[in-house]
T-cell receptor, first 111, second 114 residues
Framework: GQSLEQPSEVTAVEGAIVQINCTYQ??????LSWYQQHDGGAPTFLSY????GLEETGRFSSFLSRSDSYGYLLLQELQMKDSASYFC????????????FGKGTRLSVIA | DGGITQSPKYLFRKEGQNVTLSCEQN?????MYWYRQDPGQGLRLIYY???????QKGDIAEGYSVSREKKESFPLTVTSAQKNPTAFYLC?????????????FGPGTRLLVL
């Protein structure tokens, strides 16, 4: 089976940096993805890590350590619009089977 | 533009009534999925389909049914057997490139019980 753990809530100040952690237990591992979901909206893809290390996409970065079964999403220069829920997800080896999602971390950005 | 559409945006169900949620995609994806999301919760898989005329139960399939007669369409029926159907329902699809393939979501349908 597969399970992912992430904090339920995080609060950070506008302009600051925040890190959202995700630990996982999987029967096989094929990478870690991150999705963002604003209230009332659909989840949208942010990043994917297949190998150890840091992937950077603008203000967002994602890190993976396969030896520690751990990853994180790093958001820099926080903006109010970054207030949303963030989900880590584990893909399966087959392209057509579903992702398994964590329960999500609700990020609140305050002034 | 390519994408996934869901309709209606809001749906009201009376006690004992079956209702069907529509999901259509023009991304040419073989795989499609239905998730249920309750307030403040994550995504729970209801059903998924890897190819036309084939589908599998997810973690919470009881009280739901699906069909996959066309590649583009994967409707979900919430039956009267589902006693607590109020939730946000999300349809998604995914291409074949594994494991890094992005999963695309529709805008969702919010189901409310009258």
């Amino acid at each position: 089976g597969q399970s992912l753990e992430q904090p339920s809530e995080v609060t950070a100040v506008e302009g600051a940096i925040v890190q959202i952690n995700c630990t996982y237990q999987t029967s096989g591992f094929y990478g870690l993805s991150w999705y963002q979901q604003h209230d009332g909206g659909a989840p949208t893809f942010l990043s994917y890590n297949g190998l150890d290390g840091l992937e950077e996409t603008g203000r967002f970065s994602s890190f993976l350590s396969r030896s520690d079964s751990y990853g994180y999403l790093l958001l820099q220069e926080l903006q109010m619009k970054d207030s949303a829920s963030y989900f880590c997800a584990v893909p399966s080896p087959s392209g057509n089977t579903p992702l398994v999602f964590g329960k999500g971390t609700r990020l609140s950005v305050i002034a | 533009d390519g994408g996934i559409t869901q309709s209606p945006k809001y749906l009201f169900r009376k006690e004992g009534q079956n209702v069907t949620l529509s999901c259509e995609q023009n991304l040419n994806h073989d795989a499609m999925y239905w998730y249920r999301q309750d307030p403040g919760q994550g995504l729970r898989l209801i059903y998924y389909s890897q190819i036309v005329n084939d589908f599998q139960k997810g973690d919470i399939a009881e009280g739901y049914s699906v069909s996959r007669e066309k590649k583009e369409s994967f409707p979900l029926t919430v039956t009267s057997a589902q006693k607590n159907p109020t939730a946000f329902y999300l349809c998604a699809s995914r291409g074949p490139r594994a494991p890094q393939e992005t999963q695309y979501f529709g805008p969702g349908t919010r189901l409310l019980v009258l």
